[in-house]
C-alpha cells in the first residue's frame, strides 16, 4: 500500500485514529466502550423475580373475558423478569415461563417452532395435548413436552378452565435470531393416535413414583431429586424434587439460569440472601451465580428448569457447594 493511499498514515492523535478506523467496521480492544465489560466473577444483571399464582389465575380469568376462543392458543401471560433497561418476556437470557388459560371445549390451532417447550400443568381435567398428531392427556401435576420442530396443539373436553405453566428455551433462540412460526397447514392437527404411554407424558403418578425411589443426595444440594429424561430438547434440564416439610437443602451456586415452580407445598428459597415465600403455582428465577437454599414449610413438590445442558455441552458449567 503506497503512503499517498493508507488512510492511517501521519495520524498524530487517538480522535483521528477512531475517525479513520469507523469506517472499518473495527473494534478498538484498549476502549472499554468497545469491549465486552467481564468482571473477576459471573454476575447477571437479572434480579431474581417471583411470580405467584395466586395474583396470575385471576388475571387470566380477566383476559379469558376478553380474548376470544380464536385466540385462545395465544391466551398467556409471560414472565417478563423486570431487569434493567426493560426486559423481554423470559426469566433470564435462556429460560421462559408464561402462565396460559384454556376454557371448555376450546382448542388451539396446530403449530411448530424450533423453541423447546414443556407445560407443567397446574388445574386441568380432560385436556389434551396432541404432538405430531399423537394425542395425550395433559391433567393436574403432569409435565408434557413439546419438542423443537414437531407440530403441537391442545384440546379440551373437561367441564372446567384449564390452567398451567409453559416452559421454553424462547430467549436463546431469540438470541440466535432462530424464532420461527409456523401454523399447520390444516390449522388443526388431525388425531393419528391416544397414546396411554408417552414419552412426552410424565404423569403426576409417573412422577410419584419416581420421586418414591429417588436417591437421598449425601451431600445435602439435592435430596431426593429426580431428572426427566427431556432428550429431545438438549437445551433443557428438567428436574421435579421432593422436600418434606421444614427439611432445608445445603446451600449452593451454578454459573446456570434456573427456574423453580413448585407443584406442592409451600416453603422459602434463599435466594443470594433473598427470601422467596413460594406457594403450588408459583414460579421464581435463580439468575447464574446466586447462592440457592429451599426450606419446605409443607411437603412440597419443587419442578425446576435449567440452562445447565447447554452450559455443559459448551464447557461453560461451574457449581459451587456451600
Ligand atoms: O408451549 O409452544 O407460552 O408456542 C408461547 C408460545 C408457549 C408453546 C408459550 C408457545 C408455547
Ligand atoms: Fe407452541
Redesign the pocket.
Known amino acids: 500500500m503506497d503512503q499517498t493511499s493508507n488512510p492511517f498514515a501521519d495520524i498524530g492523535d487517538m480522535e483521528t485514529f477512531y475517525e479513520r478506523v469507523a469506517p472499518y467496521n473495527l473494534g478498538c480492544g484498549w476502549r472499554s466502550e468497545d469491549r465486552d465489560p467481564g468482571g473477576k466473577t459471573y454476575s447477571s444483571p437479572y434480579p431474581n423475580a417471583h411470580w405467584k399464582y395466586a395474583d396470575v389465575r385471576p388475571a387470566l380469568d380477566a383476559a379469558a373475558k376478553l380474548i376470544s376462543a380464536e385466540d385462545a ?2 391466551r ?1 401471560l ?1 414472565c417478563v423478569n423486570p431487569v434493567e433497561g426493560g426486559g423481554k418476556p423470559g426469566i433470564g437470557p435462556t429460560l ?3 402462565y ?1 388459560m384454556v376454557l371448555p371445549g376450546e382448542t388451539a390451532p396446530s ?1 411448530r ?1 424450533p ?1 423447546h ?3 407443567v400443568i397446574l388445574d386441568a381435567t380432560k385436556m389434551y395435548s396432541v404432538v405430531e398428531g399423537e394425542k395425550t392427556l395433559m391433567e393436574t401435576g403432569d409435565v408434557v413436552l ?1 419438542p423443537g420442530g414437531m407440530y ?1 396443539s391442545h384440546i379440551h373436553d373437561g367441564d372446567d378452565p384449564a390452567y398451567w405453566l ?1 416452559g ?1 428455551d ?1 430467549p436463546f433462540t431469540r438470541a440466535l435470531h432462530l424464532v420461527i ?1 409456523e401454523p399447520h397447514p390444516d390449522v388443526y392437527e388431525p388425531v393419528k393416535v391416544v397414546a396411554e404411554v408417552s414419552p412426552f407424558r410424565f404423569s403426576w403418578s409417573d412422577i410419584q413414583t419416581m420421586l418414591d425411589k429417588a436417591e437421598d443426595d449425601p451431600e445435602g444440594y439435592f435430596p431426593r431429586r429426580v431428572r426427566l429424561d427431556t432428550a429431545t430438547m438438549p437445551t433443557l434440564g428438567v428436574y421435579v424434587q421432593r422436600l418434606e416439610a421444614g427439611q432445608t437443602t445445603r446451600m449452593y451456586r451454578t454459573n446456570a439460569n434456573t427456574s423453580f415452580a413448585p407443584m406442592q407445598g409451600s416453603g422459602v428459597s434463599i435466594i443470594e440472601g433473598e427470601e422467596i415465600h413460594w406457594n403450588r403455582g408459583d414460579v421464581f428465577a435463580a439468575p447464574t451465580w446466586r447462592w440457592i437454599e429451599h426450606r419446605a414449610d409443607e411437603d412440597s413438590v419443587l419442578f425446576t428448569m435449567t440452562d445447565a445442558p447447554l452450559l455443559e455441552f459448551a464447557k461453560y458449567y461451574k457449581f459451587e457447594g456451600s
Open positions: 392458543g395465544r398467556i409471560m421462559f415461563h408464561a396460559q403449530h417452532h423453541m417447550a414443556l407445560r413439546t403441537h409453559d421454553l424462547a412460526f
